[in-house]
């Protein structure tokens, strides 16, 4: 068990270098595209999730990611495989929804039909288990996390990065209206577009904290928090973890990265 929450550590430094104001700007500006133009949206985070996985791995273990085997829970469509395949690892993307699989139109080999709630991996199986954007799509959050830590070998990483739900992209397409209920957000989306949400209130987006992570990283007994931080600040604004109350509302997403036990 850990107390403390880590920013800027032998862990981040080399993401830390790359966590500068313009990629901040420019994926701020990319994500505007998240609905209209999906390609636009994930190549984009496809390319910074292997910058950040791939750094990360490296402050913790010294070695990149080639031929290290990444799970990635809650992979969709597989817009992160070609980006990951590119660094040499083997990387196999889970993903309960076979529409979503199929969403692009991609063929990613190895992709597996399954539920990051009961991951259908053997215990101590992959070097990296790696979730981005998918816990605040699911009921049992930590139950996910749980299952990741448990399916990447000791020593090996885990990296949870989700949406906080105060911040402004929580209520993802319904927001901000989301400040006023996640269900007065969904009707009104409903109501204004003549169709449901993709990302639907107490169906597939639930309300997560900052604190609620933070909570459970430091009760897990397998494994060691050795990060925390804002993933798309600035590393000048990482700051802002350590904050009760703030945090909740301007950190936006909050990364947290494990060593496996």
Known sequence: MRTGI?????????FAQRATLQRSVGLLRDF?????APDVFYGALARDSVELVGDLYRGLTGETLHERVVLDVGGGPGYF????????????????????????????????????????????????CFSSNVAEHVRDPWLMAEEMLRVTKPGGMTVLSYTLWLSPFGGHET?????????????????????????????????????????????????????AFPRYHPRWAWWLIRIPGLRELFASNLVLVFRAH
């Not at 880590?6 to 080399?14: C, E, F, I, P």
């Not at 199929?102 to 215990?123: C, D, E, I």
């Not at 109501?191 to 430091?218: C, M, Y």
């Open 32 to 36: 505007g595209h998240e609905q209209t």
């Open 81 to 128: 495989a070609e980006v990951f395949h590119a660094h040499g690892a083997q990387y196999f993307p889970v993903e309960p929804d076979a529409s979503e699989m199929h969403a692009a139109g991609l063929t990613v080999h190895g992709s597996v039909r399954g539920s990051g709630m009961a991951l259908p991996f053997r215990t101590s199986s992959v070097d990296i």
């Open 175 to 227: 927001r901000p209206w989301h400040y006023l209920g996640g269900e007065y957000a969904a009707r009104r989306y409903a109501r204004t577009h003549g169709q449901e949400p993709k990302n639907r209130f107490g169906v597939s987006l639930f309300d997560i904290g900052a604190a609620d992570g933070l909570r459970w990283a430091r009760a897990t007994p397998n494994g060691t928090l050795v990060a």
């Open 6 to 14: 880590r920013g800027r550590s032998a862990v981040t430094r080399l």
